[in-house]
């Protein structure tokens, strides 16, 4: 069990490698304020980082991500300053992935729903295992589904498709979703973090400037 906020996200370094990993696998790494705010955190690490060229983004134990967490919800609810504030890191969380100067390569490696979701999607590369899905949620739970999905889906895939996903909120299939252009490939559960690995090596090895300006 996770008992430190600062646990709660694991920084690595694998030679030119950054792997980071979501770590409330208990609760199924849920984006409670504290995950939220140090996964938005860590990007400017990231983008700090002379030796850095590429990230692999996983979540630990059976999911990827559950996504937002329901007692954050409510303190959006009840309280206007943290809701503002909440959705100012939000912002800046799908901002700082999508900004990131060097390819982040996910690796989804079960269940990754709603904020999980889009936190997955909005990644350069997206592997996912075959014990893996991709679901937003949002609707679901009486959210407007006002980012992830909806910004990025209709660039992916059908516009028809991707409102059917966001009306129902229905579970997508880890090969569904790389027939829908959400994910590049389904690679075998046990194999997934070593084939992620092994991309980015392959992307680190290309000419630096060249890969990240592209």
């Known amino acids: 069990m996770v008992d430190d906020a600062r646990d709660l ?19 199924l790494n849920p984006m409670t304020d504290a995950l939220h705010e140090a996964l938005t955190d860590v990007w400017v690490k990231v983008m700090r980082d002379r030796e850095v060229r590429a990230v692999v983004l996983t ?7 559950a996504g ?4 954050g919800f409510l303190a959006c609810v009840e309280d206007l300053d943290h809701r503002r504030s ?28 709603g904020l999980g979701c889009s936190i997955a999607v909005s990644c350069d590369i997206v592997l996912m295992s075959e014990k893996a899905y991709l679901a937003d949620t949002h609707v679901n739970v009486g959210l407007v589904a006002g980012d992830g999905g909806v910004v ?14 966001l009306f129902t909120g229905e ?44």
């Open 171 to 214: 579970r997508i299939p880890a090969a569904t979703a790389v027939e829908l252009g959400l994910a590049n490939r389904v690679v075998a559960h046990e194999k997934l973090l070593d084939e992620a690995m092994a991309l980015a090596e392959k992307l680190a090895g290309q000419p630096a400037q060249t890969l990240q300006e592209t």
């Open 9 to 27: 996200l694991r920084y690595e370094s694998v030679g030119s490698i950054r792997v980071i990993t979501l770590n409330d696998p208990d609760k």
């Open 68 to 71: 937002g967490d329901i007692p």
């Open 152 to 165: 990025t889906w209709p660039f992916m895939m059908s516009l028809l498709k991707a409102k059917e996903y």
């Open 59 to 65: 979540g630990a134990g059976r999911a990827f991500s």
């Open 86 to 113: 909440n959705m100012r890191t939000a912002r800046l969380l799908v901002d700082h992935i999508l900004g990131c100067h060097v390819p982040v390569i996910a690796a989804v490696n079960g269940p990754a729903g």
